[in-house]
């Protein structure tokens, strides 16, 4: 019922309903925080309450049913043809025109985020915006900076998302809840909207490895810049496919691949300085072996280490490039993503994208243990170029090397582990490690194919695997991507966890 809600009102607040019976009703509200419910009323002895309750549900005021006034469509023999945003540019509100009538990106479920971006036209200096609104809760902002203040800081930094305007808590869950005796009171949550530069899709929608290459180059060195320029100092802390976009036609160089979504981003000191990983932060697929062992610090068999670092976000980067050339593809010439078969996944991607982090983090482990990695046990397709596959093979040794130093320091003991970790998050390491990882990069770029794959452009690049939804071409993936997103947080982890026998073996391997 949320679902279906969530996914016919794409402009809502919230979602009412009734239950009736013979006898008695009851009033309920769905929001993205959850439902209320009022207790049971008998109609039949308050006929009046009834009514008005009939009347609200049935009021012909967009606001009284939950829909955002300030996206208003236009119709034409009762389809939608148009429409328009009103939002706030940096100076004062201002109608955007919408492209389309749907949102390039929704999730679907009602309870939780409620990520939905417009794509908006610009006519007076000729360019297309993305309007982003998203709910946060209440304990998240009271100690995390919205995304908005997150991207204030990247302004002007190449290949960073830019920000155009903002609304901050625009809309409150207590302004839209009933206050109805023997209701059910859940979190209480804000939206925030944000209005941003719009760049072109995600980097599974490639051309030829030329495109793909620069555009993760150019994603690269705008996460050192987030991260080491003084004026951002910002972790990513989400690297995933969906989140490094292709640059717009014509893109100059450093915006050929543009990071977005700074939203679970913070500052690389604090991260540092308070021991705090945050382990559930970003997509369980992509994250490195360091923050897959952090994860469930709460659970028997693990024990948090450390933070979140660089080195852990370029790790992503190698999982991100390694699931896009690991996609089943005929030729470039007639590009296809075959899915909905459990043959067609690759066997390491079906590991990493498991529920079980111990799992996930395990199949990492072994990828890792072998000297040089071998493209054919892999399963990559025979007609990447040699230039792609050496760029695999040649990412794979620094990737590995981080990886088994932090599985040994892990093995010296917390103080010792933790001074280990300072060291090796020093700016000078960091910056010789970006400058290794970037010209591996720039010589694939140099020898790669510009051979063109026209199919790509009308083929959707596919929804991240999720082993659960093997059979389900990409639906059910995105629903299990919008559970994980609607329950992110950023624990505490406990202390002094002793880890499993099972797990010490498969860390060791490493070393």
Known sequence: MQSNASSTNLTGFFFRGLWITENSLRLFHFDRAGCQYSEKIDYHNSPKVFIKILLGLTSIREEDIGFDTSIKFTFSDGKKVGGHILTHDGRKPTRYPLVGTKPIYHLPHLQGRGVTCWLVEDRRRKRELVVKDSWESEWEESYIPSESELLKKAVGLTGIMQLVGSEDKRK????????????????????????????????????????????????????????LDAQSALLHRDISRRNILLGGDGAEPGWRGVLIDLDKSWNIHELSTSDVAGYEVGTRMYKSISILRGSGADKPGYREFGWHDCYDDLESVFYVLLDIMLEKRLSWEGYRWTYGKKEDIPQIIQEWANDDEKEAMRSKVKFFTPQELDLDAIGLEPFWSPAARTLLTS?????????????????????????????????????EYYAEILALFDTAIEDGTEQPCPSALSTPART????????????????????????VVTPTPKRGRKMSDDVSEEISSLA
């Open 172 to 227: 409150s869950i207590c302004a839209l809840r009933l206050p109805c005796v023997g209701a059910r009171t859940l979190s209480v949550t804000f939206q925030w909207r944000i209005l941003t530069e719009a760049y072109g899709k995600d980097i599974g929608h490639f051309t030829s490895e030329k495109v793909l290459f620069r555009a993760m180059r150019d994603g690269i060195a705008a996460h050192r810049t987030l991260a």
């Open 395 to 431: 990412l794979f040794k620094p990737i590995k090397k981080i990886a088994k130093l932090k599985s040994c320091y892990w093995k010296t003991g917390r103080n010792l582990a933790i001074e280990c970790h300072y060291e090796l998050c020093e700016r000078e390491n960091l910056e």
């Open 464 to 487: 991240p695997f999720s082993p659960a939804n093997i059979n389900t071409p990409g639906g059910m993936a995105v629903k299990k991507r919008a559970r994980e997103e609607a329950c």
